[in-house]
């Protein structure tokens, strides 16, 4: 197994369990007690998790509130990305879509185009490209949990690869010039990676309160992304000019 399939795998050990002793992730992983005091050493060097006697217990970031919320916040801002981001796309093209509120605002400006097809685990996004009846929405299976209005999980990992798409438009919950894009939880985070895995070209989509910030589990290096759109404010932010040194395109909305 390599090193960052075995940090995800204790994220998401993390994630349900808070507290995870050491014995219970070499077990897990099926790797040495040895090789998880290095994985812990590194992660707590990063701020994921916090070492304590006999495992680890999680820090960080504070999971992202209800899409509902989300939707209701940065308007103007999400707005003006989907915009910027609607203009990059050609009738014809393949796209994935992961789940959230400015790649919903996405979906909307899109209307305007036609013959796409749209290949999202979103089932607002979904819903919004069907009711264009201009371009096929592609909704894709897998698990849905409560509260969260998208499929997940290995079925829909294993979807996104049946797929090639020409672009991946992503919006993750942060974004740094060290880390790349990251999500707060590894599921979406699982789904992202798949999409920019699977696509000619990543596209980021991130307001200027993600930039310079950092989230548990990264899912796209800096040096794969192909275009980051965000709004104006973000020109302000030093973290943009060390992002700009390595993404080859940025548009502001």
């Known amino acids: 197994m390599l090193q960052e399939e075995r ?33 812990i050493v590194e992660l707590e060097a990063r701020g994921e998790l ?63 185009l036609a013959g796409l097809t749209v290949i999202t685990n979103s089932f607002d996004v979904a819903q919004i490209v069907a009711n264009q009846n201009r371009s096929r929405a592609v909704l894709l299976g897998g698990r849905v949990d409560e509260g969260i209005p998208a499929t997940f999980g290995e079925g829909t990992i294993a979807e996104i690869h049946r797929y090639r798409a020409d672009m991946a438009l992503l919006s993750p919950v942060a974004l740094h010039p060290r880390y790349g894009a990251t999500s707060f939880d590894p599921r979406e ?48 932010l030093p973290e943009l000019a060390a992002l700009a040194a390595t993404v080859p395109d940025i548009l502001f909305g």
Do not use: Y
Not at 214 to 224: E, K, L, M, N, Q
């Open 50 to 112: 916090r070492r304590v006697h006999g495992g680890v217990v999680a820090v960080g970031p504070e999971p992202e509130p209800p899409i509902a919320v989300r939707s209701q916040v940065r308007q103007k801002e999400k707005r003006a990305i989907a915009k910027a981001a609607a203009r990059l796309v050609t009738p014809g093209q393949t796209l994935f879509l992961d789940f959230g509120s400015t790649v919903s605002a996405l979906a909307e400006e899109l209307a305007s």
């Open 189 to 236: 985070a699982e789904v992202a990676r798949a999409m920019v895995g699977n696509a000619d070209r990543a596209v980021i989509l991130a307001d200027h309160s993600k930039i310079g910030q950092t989230s548990r589990v990264s899912f796209c290096p800096v040096d794969r992304i192909d275009t980051l759109v965000t709004d104006g404010r973000s020109r302000e």
């Open 7 to 39: 940090h995800q795998r204790i994220r998401a050990l993390l994630a349900s369990a808070h507290r995870v002793s050491t014995d219970r992730i070499a077990g897990d992983l099926g790797v040495s007690r040895e090789t998880v005091r290095r994985d």
